[in-house]
């Protein structure tokens, strides 16, 4: 939905962690003693990979004298961020100078990876230190993530609006709030956008929640916006009025006059309405990586259209055209999600689906069709294997179409029932990634199946690529309220649209962050609904299993990559969810 904002500023994280470091078996540096070991932690700077990646030192822990198997106590704090792959770089030196430069010390080893594949690891990773100059065993690392605890509260707010400026022509205005937080360089990022409540100048809004990790980062005393808009069907929203205060200030009973500085001069003007805090509690909660760290995953389901709306693929403007130089928006929009999901999906199997095409070997018009053509098993491994057996698809299927969005949902939401086989206790979360180039033709359907599925631990990204008129598919976000279907109500918003052109011409990690920022936050309504609390961290002996299972995984990703190899084929054996795939229409 586009709703007007306050002035873009930067990204605020998920949530703040500190990473402590333990060393094993290392190589030995020194003649006459052991080695002298310290490590240094750079970040890839916000935006570059691969060999492109700038690279910032963050922090450092201290140096151990004579120990090839140091224990440091010295953390070093970490921004995390769900929505952006964080690359983090982690550099042991033997120390021969410690007051001197980097280059002065000796490099035993380093290591690179992400943020994500260590809090996806369940908080700890290990990995084999490399230097291309030795073949020897260099050691290993070993890498906690421990999240900052003072940050986990959640401030929940009942607000209302008494007298607000009425900017309806022909009726009352149609409120709604939007909250931004101060940052250091004094701009500001909105935190929460409340439901627009329609026709009324005296607006009470549903209590919402916020994490003080998102309000405030813990500074009871920093700055927050608040605004206050009309909400209009066609065009941009009026502005009403805003007031500025800190957290502190929030107590219940407290009242804000909203101002208009555009009124101000006038001297009759007073204020454009008053804001009401009616309750406040703030509420000590489990967060998104508490439930990483108890091993629940993050998996990861594409659908793709095959609608003859996109353009014969045989032809440079078709939307599916296969660009031997530059991927086209199907494949950019599947890179830059899974890119994001992958390290939270421990054997990274994920399923691919199309609709809207004449598949064989019947050639009739299937809306759910697994690209393996084996609807027992619809899954390939790793996003490369996405992205062949999307290529490789175009080559058997005929375009066609309407564009049916209900059997994918309903063919998610069976996968994501899977999940979900106790009340107390989830798998793993789906989230549902649909790219299309036009309109839904089953609208009806399409909400009747999102609202049910509201109730399972799923979330619906939507991606439309190309020049279409999306308008329609924004009133299945739930930005203005839950969506309903025959007398039933949503139990929560699941779904983000993302229109592929507003990103065009920017670089692809700022379509991954805007797409999937919501995710967590839909993540932790699911668990909060059902009264679901985290799993007990890990033992030792897991760890070292989980360990074990994510280097295999990423041996074969490494296999997988080299030339020649069947990326894009199922992976022989893999276990294979139920999956409700509808028949093909006739």
Not at 309 to 338: C, Q, T
Not at 365 to 371: A, M, T
Not at 408 to 430: E, G, N, P, W
Request: negative net charge.
């Amino acid at each position: 939905m586009a709703i007007p904002a306050a002035a873009p500023g930067v990204a605020v994280p998920l949530s703040k962690i500190e990473l402590s470091f333990e060393l094993s078996h290392l190589a030995n540096f020194d003649v006459l003693s052991k080695s002298d070991p310290q490590i240094f932690v750079y970040m890839g700077a916000r935006g570059t990979t691969g060999a492109a990646t700038r690279w910032n030192l963050v922090g450092s822990t201290e140096m151990i004298r004579d120990n090839l198997n140091p224990k440091f106590s010295k953390t070093v704090p970490v921004d995390y961020y769900f929505e952006e792959v964080q690359q983090i770089r982690f550099v042991v030196c033997d120390i021969d100078k410690p007051n001197g430069r980097m280059e002065d010390q000796d490099l035993i080893g380093e290591v690179s990876c992400t943020v994500s594949d260590i809090v996806a690891s369940r908080g700890a990773l290990s990995r084999k230190l490399m230097n291309p100059k030795y073949t020897q065993n260099l050691g290993t690392i070993h890498v906690r993530a421990h999240e900052l605890k003072d940050l986990k509260t959640t401030a929940r707010l009942t607000m209302s609006g008494s007298r607000l400026d009425k900017k309806d022509f022909f009726g009352k205005s149609d409120p709604y709030l939007v909250i931004s937080r101060q940052n250091k360089d004094q701009s500001w990022t909105v935190v929460h956008r409340t439901e627009v409540i329609k026709k009324t100048l005296d607006p009470a809004w549903r209590p919402f929640d916020i994490p003080l990790s998102r309000l405030n980062d813990g500074d009871m005393d920093r700055l927050i916006l608040i605004q206050c808009y009309d909400w209009d069907k066609v065009g941009e929203h009026d502005f009403i009025g805003e007031c500025r205060i800190t957290t502190k200030q929030l107590g219940p009973g407290a009242r804000f006059d909203l101002i208009n500085p555009k009124k101000q001069s006038s001297k009759k003007y007073v204020n454009s309405g008053t804001l009401i805090v009616n309750n406040v509690e703030m509420l000590k909660e489990y967060s998104f990586l508490d439930y990483l760290a108890g091993g629940t995953e993050v998996s990861l389901m594409v659908s793709i259209d095959y609608t003859a709306s996109n353009g014969d693929p045989k032809f440079s403007n078709s939307l599916h055209y296969i660009n031997p130089y530059e991927p086209n928006e199907y494949a950019r929009a599947i890179m830059a999600v899974g890119e994001i999901l992958a390290p939270y999906d421990s054997d990274n199997n994920f399923p691919v689906f199309g609709f809207g095409a004449k598949i064989p070997p019947t050639f009739t018009v299937n809306h759910c069709f697994p690209l393996t053509f084996n609807p027992a098993n619809p899954e390939v491994f790793g996003v490369q294997g996405i992205l062949n057996s999307y290529h490789t698809s175009l080559q058997s299927v005929t375009l066609y179409g309407p564009t049916n969005f209900a059997p994918t949902i309903q063919a998610a939401a069976s996968r994501a029932q899977q999940f979900f086989q106790q009340k107390d206790d989830v798998q793993a979360y789906l989230i549902l990634l649909i790219i299309t180039d036009g309109e839904i033709t089953d609208m009806d359907d399409t909400v009747r199946e999102l609202v049910n599925a509201s109730y399972l631990p799923l979330s619906v990204i939507i991606v439309g690529v190309g020049n279409a008129d999306f308008n329609n598919m924004e009133q299945l976000d739930g930005d203005d309220g839950l969506l309903r279907y025959g007398g039933r109500v949503a139990q929560r918003d699941i779904v983000q649209f993302v229109p592929f052109r507003n990103f065009k011409g920017r670089p692809i990690h700022e379509l991954a962050a805007h797409t999937l920022a919501e995710v967590p936050g839909q993540f932790i309504a699911f668990m909060k609904a059902n009264n679901i609390k985290p799993r007990p961290p890990p033992t030792p002996e897991e760890i070292a299993a989980i360990q074990a299972r994510r280097e295999q995984t990423a041996l074969q990703l490494q296999q997988l990559s080299a030339p020649g190899s069947p990326v894009g084929t199922p992976v022989p054996g893999s276990p294979a969810v139920p999956l409700a795939v509808p028949p093909p229409a006739q």
